[in-house]
């Protein structure tokens, strides 16, 4: 029987093998691309422009994200509920208390964000609250803890670097070849250069489907440190499905900041076959099937 700690360390895993494998795609690309043009140094100021940009909105995520979902600080009279809730779940897992932030919109959600643990927020909208009992209110604030706790959020921009690279490289080098770009030291041949073109047009989709992979792997691993924390994993297990009951749609969600909710933050669970690849989140019924089949 699985326990909590052997479902961490099998997300763990899982989850790094992924990292692995994005790797491995970027580097293929980035050789195949010099092969063809024969001068690396438009795929270094790919990545230049990539990790700049990046680091740039790790840095500041924390205001960027809370800007662009209209979150506000709670107030210790009117949302006491919450950050009583937060506190006393950061003393327990030893972490700096994070700010705290509503959102306030019918949908049931929440999330976490800032660029480490000293600069973490936790948000979570009107509706979450209004609908959730204390133990699962514990479930859902654990779970964000946990992604704190976890240092989901370097990862998720270590991530985000690799798909930025990615894209960018693969738009160069489609370009390139429309203005006939091969370059006169080049060295490749015809079959080099129709294996560029193709990883030009697919890489992007790949990197894509690793990023949500990744993605949904980490909210595997948030769950079950969350139910560790709690030591009640049937709270998650219920907040979860009472925020996928309501089906509604957070109404400032973008694709910017979809991956960063407990659930999906566009209200729809109706996805099936090859649709969940491009899901962000793990369908609810398999998170609540792992959560309800460990043991602490």
């Not at 994070?98 to 000293?118: C, L, Q």
């Not at 080098?173 to 047009?201: E, H, P, T």
């Not at 691993?221 to 924390?229: F, T, V, Y």
């Amino acid at each position: 029987m699985a326990t909590l700690y052997t479902q961490q360390d099998k997300n763990v895993r899982k989850t790094w093998l992924l990292f692995a494998l994005f790797l491995v795609v970027v580097i293929a690309i980035g050789w195949v691309f010099a092969e063809v043009w024969g001068n690396p140094l438009i795929l270094y100021v790919a990545v230049i422009f990539a990790l700049v940009m990046n680091v740039a909105g790790y840095w500041w995520s924390d205001k960027i994200v809370l800007k662009m979902t209209g979150a506000r600080p709670a107030e210790r009279e009117r949302d006491w509920g919450v950050m009583t809730t937060v506190e006393n779940l950061a003393i327990t897992a030893g972490l700096p208390k994070p700010r705290v932030y509503i959102i306030d919109d019918p949908a049931p959600n929440a999330f976490a964000t800032g660029r480490d643990p000293e600069h973490a927020v936790v948000a979570v909208t009107t509706g979450l609250v209004a609908i959730l009992e204390n133990e699962e209110l514990e479930g859902v604030i654990a779970h964000e803890l946990a992604h704190i706790g976890n240092r989901d959020m370097l990862l998720s921009t270590a991530v985000v670097v690799l798909v930025g690279f990615v894209a960018i490289a693969s738009d160069i080098f489609l370009r390139s070849m429309m203005w006939g770009g091969r370059g006169d030291n080049n060295r490749a041949g015809g079959a080099l250069v129709l294996i560029g073109l193709a990883l030009a047009i697919l890489s992007p989709v790949v990197a894509t489907l690793i990023q949500l992979a990744i993605s949904r792997r980490r909210e595997f691993l948030a769950d079950a440190s969350g139910a560790l924390l709690t030591r009640y994993p049937e709270g998650l297990a219920r907040a979860l499905e009472k925020i996928a009951a309501k089906n509604l749609p957070v109404r400032r969600a973008s694709n910017a900041t979809a991956h960063l909710f407990i659930a999906n933050p566009f209200g729809s669970e109706s996805m099936k076959g090859l649709h969940k690849l491009f899901l962000t989140h793990p369908p609810v019924a398999d998170r609540t099937r792992v959560l309800r089949g460990m043991e602490i």
